[in-house]
C-alpha cells in the first residue's frame, strides 16, 4: 500500500487541478536502512530510514501516512499523535 499512496500523492495534480496541495514524499522508512533506502528511490522519496521513530520526530514532517501491516498502526499512531 505504501506503493499505491506514493503513486497517488505523485499523480494528485493530475487528478486535482488546481490541486490543494503539493505533497512532498519526503521520507520513507521501512524495517531496515537498505529496504528504505530502495523504496526511497522506487516511489521518488528525498530520504529513506529505517526506523520510523525518525519520521515521527522530525518537526519538518506534517503528515504521517501509515502502511505497515495492521499490528503497527496503532503504536506509530499514536507516537505520531503525540509529536503533533
Ligand atoms: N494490499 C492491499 O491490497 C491492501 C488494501 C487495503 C489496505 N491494505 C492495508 O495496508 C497495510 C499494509 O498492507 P500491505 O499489503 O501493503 O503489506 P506489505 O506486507 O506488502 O507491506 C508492509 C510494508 O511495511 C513494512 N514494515 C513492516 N514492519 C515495519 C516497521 N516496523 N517499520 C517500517 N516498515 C515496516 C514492510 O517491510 C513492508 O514494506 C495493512 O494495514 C493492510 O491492511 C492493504
Redesign the pocket.
Known amino acids: 500500500?505504501?506503493k499505491a499512496h506514493s503513486l497517488a500523492y505523485a499523480a494528485l495534480p493530475m487528478y486535482f487541478w488546481p490541486p490543494p496541495a503539493m505533497p512532498i514524499r519526503s521520507v520513507i522508512?521501512?524495517?531496515n536502512a537498505e529496504?528504505a533506502a530502495e523504496a526511497a528511490v522506487r516511489y521518488g522519496y528525498e530520504r529513506s530510514t529505517g526506523d520510523?521513530r525518525r519520521v515521527v520526530d522530525d518537526p519538518n514532517i506534517d503528515v504521517i501516512d501509515i502502511?505497515?501491516?495492521?499490528d503497527?498502526?496503532a503504536e506509530i499512531a499514536v507516537a505520531a499523535a503525540h509529536r503533533g
Open positions: 500500500m505504501g522508512a521501512d524495517v529496504l520510523w502502511a505497515t501491516p495492521n503497527l498502526h
